[in-house]
């Protein structure tokens, strides 16, 4: 069974990411053949981050799936535009994705705003490029937040349509394994975490220092009703983001929580969050600034993972060119 997920170097991990996608992704390099992809061509689309800022946040990306657990020996750790056949097969892919399916991505909605014209052609056709993503490694299942459930559906849809069109199985139809747990922003409990967030303090990310995750912790938006009762935890999005956050990094179940936390007052709630946080991130923060110093051993990692996955890739891109009928030699 074969695994592919992506994750934007648009920036240093953050909460979100961890919990949403890295914690699953250690139990997953033990059971599937794994494809760990660090997109750098979905950046693009959106963040056009100075050329050395990219650069830097892909030797970031490597460092915090290493330094989470992931081990190189076991899953392909690489940079997506190492491997051509991602965007050869986004291009192939595109001539058989119609308009229509596209103008439904919500994410495009949401990251092109107001003026929609000004959005890029890339943007638009993420999800095409996505689905090229997964479809290359044949992959059955795709790790990913809730928030990408639309793109798996189109990926899917996608790979329908080349096989209908040719009249074969050649693309197997891949399967999200969803985790629901969906971190918010710590400024507005209705959002979602995100890199791109303008505010810093949206978000606690994996190189912030104790002090500031103390910091943002502190000034973390919250609501004037005492107590932590489970049965009002919904109509209070700040504060029930921040219930899941300690839920997810302590693994115990949010009722179980509430039970315990039921007559905290705000301030010793935050205290033992804080303390949860940092013990999670601190020894990961360790292990990156560590394997940051050594952006040989680093480039080595990504190396070894883009010549594994640009082996694969380049016989199904032939098996594809020789169904569509392109001639090669
Ligand atoms: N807030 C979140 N809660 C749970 N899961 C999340 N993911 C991202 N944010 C949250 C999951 O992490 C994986 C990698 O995401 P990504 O970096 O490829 O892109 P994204 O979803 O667009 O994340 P960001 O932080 O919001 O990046 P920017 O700001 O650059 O767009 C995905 O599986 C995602 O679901």
């Not at 033990?30 to 030797?59: M, W």
């Not at 928030?147 to 139809?173: C, G, M, P, W």
């Not at 103390?214 to 009762?229: H, M, V």
């Not at 990961?284 to 993972?305: A, I, P, W």
Request: proline content about 3%; overall charge positive; some cysteine.
């Amino acid at each position: 069974m074969i695994v592919f997920t992506g994750i934007q170097p648009s920036g240093v991990i953050h909460l979100g990411n961890y919990i949403g996608l890295m914690k699953q992704l250690i139990g997953i390099q033990d059971q599937y053949k794994s494809f760990f992809c660090i997109v750098d061509l979905h950046t693009i689309t959106a963040n056009k981050l100075a050329p050395n800022e990219l650069r830097g946040n892909v030797f970031k990306m490597v460092a915090a799936h290493l330094a989470c657990g992931i081990n190189p020996e076991k899953a392909v750790i690489f940079n997506q535009s190492i491997v051509s056949g991602h965007t050869e097969l986004s291009w192939l892919l595109g001539c058989y994705t119609p308009i229509g399916w596209l103008n439904r991505m919500t994410q495009f909605k949401d990251k092109a705003g107001r003026d929609k014209q000004k959005a890029s052609l890339g943007l638009y056709s993420y999800p095409v490029l996505m689905a090229a993503d997964i479809l290359l490694y044949n992959a059955q299942y795709v790790p990913v937040g809730d928030d990408q459930k639309q793109h798996l559906e189109i990926t899917r849809d996608i790979a329908s349509a080349f096989n209908k069109h040719y009249r074969q199985d050649y693309f197997v139809l891949p399967e999200a394994l969803i985790n629901s747990s969906r971190v918010m922003s710590l400024r507005d409990g209705t959002k979602k975490m995100s890199k791109s967030d303008p505010s810093d303090y949206s978000r606690i990310n994996f190189d912030d220092s104790d002090k500031s995750i103390i910091n943002k912790i502190k000034k973390a938006k919250t609501d004037s009703i005492l107590g932590f009762d489970i049965d009002t935890l919904s109509a209070r999005p700040e504060v029930c983001n921040m219930v899941n956050i300690y839920s997810a990094l302590s693994d115990i179940k949010v009722d179980m929580l509430c039970n315990t936390i039921s007559k905290y007052s705000m301030e010793r709630f935050k205290k033992e969050l804080v303390d949860i946080i940092i013990s999670t991130i601190s020894p990961v923060r360790k292990k990156m600034t560590e394997l940051l110093s050594d952006k040989d051993y680093l480039l080595k990692v990504l190396k070894h993972g883009g010549d594994k996955a640009a082996g694969i890739t380049h016989q199904n891109i032939k098996k594809i060119k020789d169904i569509i009928g392109f001639v090669q030699w």
